[in-house]
């Protein structure tokens, strides 16, 4: 059996390791292909290094761009890749434009496609990753589930219920696999007590009067308590464009996985609009405030530490001082968010 990953964008390269890595275990022919949707040292290498992940054997370095234009590169890209591998599998991770892109490329070649992290809902198609993710199921013969409810969703818009695998959070194998690793960063020049904070979607970050609300309400609440804020370049460009005054705010450029997770684990409280943040800080019983008004993980509100408040500065406010106040939410770890999930891919894909 041979078995090709696509992989594009920083939150891809924590899911796909610890898969990669079990299939390696078993001896399987493995083809790492990058989109070059993210290109930054820092958006990417880095993650392979830390991850131990092998290097691409093949980059599209198909860069930034629109959505149609970036996905439409990927594809006319991606397609003499396939063709030439032959591949028996094909894996996707997550909901990015390198997932759907690839994905739709395998269906017409006929390819089976297998899409990690499958059936994750947020019932909100202005999120560009939401239209990612329903095309996905649609084109995948086999799709891996985090948690119930994924499999639910997926049941409900009439997936056959014998390709939907539930096998537990991938990106919390290599959580729990780096966990240790974080015992050895150096946190000295950061502040004892601090919030750490991520901005990055566009619906937060493009619009000038949401982002200028956003740092406002995070410039208030830094004479209470210090902000680090790992800077999306995104984000950095349109706090420029925008001309806002962000002085009193640590900011710092995007860090690398290990020393984020560090950052998280002795975070008083996390805010952020990313996905998978919403998941670590679970899965580490760190309280999270979700500056969106949906989540397509709902688990992390309902058994997690995580709390939606859209863009209320109000709400923001009051939740962060439940945190200050010792009374946020110490949740519970999901079901199969154990390390084993790379492992269980593994075990259904072996008789392909
Ligand atoms: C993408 C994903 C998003 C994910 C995020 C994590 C889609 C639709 N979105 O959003 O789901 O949460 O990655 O980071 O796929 N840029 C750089 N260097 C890079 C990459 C990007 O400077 O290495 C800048 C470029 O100006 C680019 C912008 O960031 O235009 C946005 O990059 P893009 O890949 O389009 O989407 P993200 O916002 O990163």
Redesign the pocket.
């Known amino acids: 059996m041979h078995v090709l990953h696509v992989v594009g964008?920083?939150?891809n390269f924590m899911k796909a390791a610890p898969v990669i890595g079990a299939l390696h275990k078993k001896g399987i022919q493995q083809t790492l292909v990058h989109t070059g949707?993210?290109?930054?040292a820092n958006?990417?290498d880095v993650f392979f290094t830390q991850l131990a992940m092998p290097a691409p054997d093949v980059n599209l370095e198909v860069g930034?761009g629109s959505?149609a234009k970036?996905t439409a590169d990927i594809m006319s890209r991606f397609e003499p890749v396939v063709l030439e591998r032959r591949p028996d599998v094909v894996l996707v991770y997550g909901?990015?434009?390198?997932t759907v892109a690839a994905a739709l490329v395998c269906s017409k070649l006929l390819i089976r496609v297998g899409h990690v992290e499958a059936g994750l809902r947020s019932f909100d198609r202005t999120m560009?990753?939401e239209v990612?993710r329903l095309v996905t199921d649609q084109l995948a013969d086999l799709l891996f589930t985090p948690s119930e409810d994924g499999d639910a969703n997926l049941r409900q818009e009439g997936v056959a219920t014998g390709k939907i695998h539930l096998v537990g959070n991938v990106m919390i194998d290599s959580l729990v696999h780096l966990l240790p690793s974080t015992e050895r960063c150096n946190l000295n020049g950061f502040p004892k007590r601090y919030a750490l904070v991520t901005l990055?979607r566009?619906s937060n970050v493009d619009d000038a009067q949401s982002l200028r609300g956003i740092l406002e309400s995070l410039l208030e609440i830094s004479s209470d308590l210090e902000v680090v804020f790992p800077v999306?370049?995104?984000t950095r460009?349109r706090i420029s464009e925008f001309g806002i005054n962000v002085s009193r705010l640590h900011l710092l450029e995007p860090l690398p996985y290990i020393e984020f997770l560090a950052l998280q684990r002795r975070a008083l409280v996390v805010i952020t609009d990313?996905?998978g943040i919403q998941e670590e800080t679970t899965y580490l019983r760190v309280p999270c405030i979700t500056l969106r008004a949906n989540t397509e993980r709902p688990i992390t509100v309902t058994l997690g530490t995580n709390i939606l408040v859209g863009q209320d500065a109000v709400a923001l406010k009051s939740e962060l001082q439940r945190v200050l106040d010792g009374k946020a939410k110490s949740g519970s770890i999901p079901p199969l968010w154990d390390g084993k999930a790379g492992e269980r891919i593994a075990n259904i894909l072996k008789p392909f």
Request: overall charge negative.
């Open positions: 964008a920083r939150p949707q993210h290109y930054d958006m990417s930034s959505h970036q909901d990015v434009n390198s560009p990753e990612n990055h566009p999306h370049p995104r460009q990313s996905g």
